[in-house]
């Protein structure tokens, strides 16, 4: 009985720990994006557009792909054109339709942006080692199934 009893609170503490290393690693990131007016959302919307076709991604494509509603793909994506990050164009097939671009400032600043976030990311992750990383990939993994 003993033993049901540690390991329930050791399952307590375990999502105590995961929902406080969530936290920082938010706090983390967010300061990070707001040196170069970026939220994490909108960071998302960018990679997205960056990792899709020429003829840029549609607000429903967009939706799927970072996964939030179209009511917020809306909205972000106002946000970004009000910094002039994107541009909407008509789809050339259905005119109902716009196509969310990238501008040549977002193409800039991922340009820059990107290996200064990467290499923050990893020194923010300097206090694993390979091996720990990949062990708490692993283990991650195996919790979410």
């Known amino acids: 009985m003993v033993g049901i009893k540690n390991e329930k609170y050791l399952a307590v503490q375990t999502v105590l720990e995961l929902k ?3 936290a920082w690693i ?6 990070h994006f707001a040196k170069y007016n970026l939220t994490y959302p909108k960071f998302r919307v960018l990679m997205q557009l960056k ?5 840029g991604l ?3 494509e967009l939706s799927k792909a970072v996964g939030v509603s179209n009511a917020n793909i809306t909205g972000l ?3 970004l054109a009000r910094d002039n990050w994107v541009y909407r164009e008509p789809h050339p097939k259905d005119r109902r339709v716009y196509n969310v671009k990238l501008t040549e400032n977002a193409v800039s600043l991922l340009t820059t942006f990107l290996p200064l976030h990467n290499e923050y990311v990893f020194e923010s992750m300097s206090g694993l080692n390979l091996e720990e990383k990949q062990e708490l990939i692993r ?5 979410k199934k």
Request: net charge negative.
């Open 20 to 22: 406080k290393t969530s």
């Open 51 to 55: 990792l899709g076709t020429e003829e």
């Open 58 to 60: 549609t607000l429903s």
């Open 26 to 31: 938010e706090d983390v990131l967010q300061s």
């Open 77 to 79: 994506v106002d946000r």
């Open 139 to 143: 283990l991650l993994g195996k919790l």
